[in-house]
């Protein structure tokens, strides 16, 4: 058993609407796993599905081994919203401290974590008072102070600076060869390139579940986002057809 | 439950609430200022020789209800904030107990109930003149008590709100009736029959009731502690309820 995930056959209504229609994939232990698609296609509603806050319509999530949304998996799985869910009224490092302590760690480990996101000078300011992608970063740090095994994270690095999203992304890799496995949302295609496997959905469908480099060789050419694109036309004239 | 995730819950709400200091300020002076306009009305009012004045018997009841109102308002905005800033859903995929979160607004927002209360009822005893057969203390641990189960009706309220209004218009649906029918403006034993059936199932009658008997007894009586248990079970049931319509998994 060497995926931390596996989902088979997935499907998921929201509202009306038929968001999940039937998606199979798995994210292999210790990989940084990109989740990529157009805007609407389904990657929020696939992060909740796995992180067992999703109602699921059929279909089996299943998650380190135990069925997603076991109790024993919320000490296991981080995970990282896309809106940025942390107290406003609360500082960085109070927020840091009471995650720290849902997930049984002191604080040295809050402080820590707040450090790694380079918050450390704005971690006594009230998160209410903050800058958008510093935000998003105390959210972050809250997603990782438990140290998880899984970590699910929904576009962690949206509004950040090149500097931030490459230090980021150190940080990512670093926990992936320490043995954590990660699951990342974007948007951003020079992100893709820094996955060791991607899951591409588009209209709630897996359309691609590969390395970048066999996303280039399939597809021909070298740039991703150029990939994705052929990807992406080649799955809507296969629908219309 | 775990004892350490609740006190970390309680510690976190009350850390929030100490960052809001307009708010702590409205929870402190509010009851006073309206407590102070009770006494003006009935001030010139005529005593019946031998009867309490409607002064200490109107203040003896709002020295219940205020908090109650407070409480339950405050506790269902911040709820229904937890949701719609996503805090809960997080919440819920992390080991907290739904026990845990409720219990630990319980506690915090208890604790702010009663120091309210307790203030409140300084200034009714002392500034006022408020006089009651029985203990000061024991109106306060009563009015204690109505804003802890105001909490926790909140808490289960704010599940049936999906914004702001709808979360402030369950304070007319739950507190108003519970006011008009607890006894102050006509006594439940003089009311028809289907009124007072349906005062004998809302909590805030007995938390009036236990108020009234401590106004009227110098000793706490068999009726006044009935009344304070029917008031704290009621309190546990609504935070049960409250922890059974919480799901973690949503639409
Ligand atoms: N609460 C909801 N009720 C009904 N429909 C919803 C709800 N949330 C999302 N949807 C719909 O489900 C679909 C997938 O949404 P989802 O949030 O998973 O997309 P996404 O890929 O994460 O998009 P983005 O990149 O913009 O974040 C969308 O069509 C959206 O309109
Ligand atoms: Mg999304």
Redesign the interface.
Known sequence: MDDAVSVRDLVV???RQRVLQGISCAVPRGTVTGLLGPSGSGKTTLMRAI?????VGSGTVTVLGRPA?AAEL??R?G?L?Q????????TVR?NAR??A????RGRAEADRAVADVGLARAADQ?VGTLSGGQRSRASLA?ALV?DPELVILDEPTVGQDPVLRADLWDRFHAMAAAGTTLLVSSHVMDEAARCDRLLLIRDGRLIADDTPDAVRATTGVDDLEEAFLRLIRASEQEADK | MNFRILAATTGRILRQLRHDRRTVAMLVVVPTVLLTLVYFMYVDQPTVPGRPSVFDRVALIMLGFFPFIIMFLVTSIAMLRERTTGTLERLLTTPLGKIDLLFGYGIAFGLAGVLQSTLASLVAYQVFGLDTAGSQWLVVMIAGLNAVLAVALGLLCSAFARTEFQAVQFLPVVALPQLLLCGLFVPRGEMAGWLQAISDVLPLSYAVEALQEVGAHADSTGTMWRDVAIVAGATVAALVLAAATLRRRSG
């Open positions: 209504d929201r509202g992180v067992g806050v999703q109602t949304g919320r000490r799985v995970y919203t809106a940025p869910s942390v107290y406003a009224d609360l109070e009471y995650f302590v849902l997930h049984g009230l809250c438990g």
